[in-house]
T-cell receptor, first 114, second 113 residues
Framework: NAGVTQTPKFQVLKTGQSMTLQCAQD?????MSWYRQDPGMGLRLIHY???????DQGEVPNGYNVSRSTTEDFPLRLLSAAPSQTSVYFC?????????????FGNGTRLTVT | GENVEQHPSTLSVQEGDSAVIKCTYS??????FPWYKQELGKRPQLIID?????GEKKDQRIAVTLNKTAKHFSLHITETQPEDSAVYFC????????????FGKGTHLIIQP
């Protein structure tokens, strides 16, 4: 098992550009989520999904869209990148709904918006 | 929603000494409390977790205690070693799915040789 795979590892965007951060897991986990990590802020939940076809907002959803067409994939879309979205993004999954079991994190995507 | 406070933000201890990191949470319905360790440039990895029906859990040099009445939980690392140097995050959730895990802001643990 590869676990949770995120691509790309690094990305530089200009303000206003759009892009998609990819996340895939091969553990058949129902629950998937996206976090952003900023210095001194910990990890903040952006969006999450409890199964295919179901998504919901977390603490900081503005400027991001998600979809969950399959159990395996949970892409995060930045519609119009802003410097405030410069961050490290982590995708995570867990087998149970609600995340009250250990999260498996991907290796992260470091995004810089200039 | 849940709010998790974590202290201290930085902790420096001598190698071999113990380290304690404390967290408080706001939602009395929270019932799952994991701790993650993140080394520089790496992803967070679970080191220990505890559920609300247990007051203490130990795994070798690491232990976690939970006080539901006071709504706080702590990570204890004994006989610290250089490889314990990292950022540690506590988290809490009620497991209902609506909020996922809420994380503290992290503690940078430095082990002095």
């Amino acid at each position: 098992n590869a676990g949770v795979t995120q691509t790309p590892k690094f990305q530089v965007l200009k303000t206003g550009q759009s892009m998609t951060l990819q996340c895939a897991q091969d553990m058949n986990h129902e629950y998937m989520s996206w976090y952003r990590q900023d210095p001194g802020m910990g990890l903040r939940l952006i969006h999450y999904s409890v199964g295919a076809g179901i998504t919901d907002q977390g603490e900081v959803p503005n400027g991001y869209n998600v979809s969950r067409s399959t159990t395996e994939d949970f892409p995060l879309r930045l519609l119009s990148a802003a410097p405030s979205q410069t961050s490290v993004y982590f995708c995570a999954s867990t087998p149970l709904q609600g995340g009250d079991s250990p999260l498996h994190f991907g290796n992260g995507t470091r995004l810089t918006v200039t | 929603g849940e709010n998790v406070e974590q202290h201290p933000s930085t902790l420096s201890v001598q190698e071999g000494d113990s380290a304690v990191i404390k967290c408080t949470y706001s939602d009395s319905a929270s019932n799952y409390f994991p701790w993650y360790k993140q080394e520089l440039g790496k992803r967070p990895q679970l080191i220990i977790d505890i559920r609300s029906n247990v007051g203490e859990k130990k795994d070798q040099r690491i232990a976690v205690t939970l006080n539901k009445t006071a709504k706080h939980f702590s990570l204890h690392i004994t006989e610290t070693q250089p490889e314990d140097s990292a950022v540690y995050f506590c988290a809490a959730t009620s497991g209902g799915g609506a909020d996922g895990l809420t994380f503290g802001k992290g503690t940078h643990l430095i082990i002095q040789p």
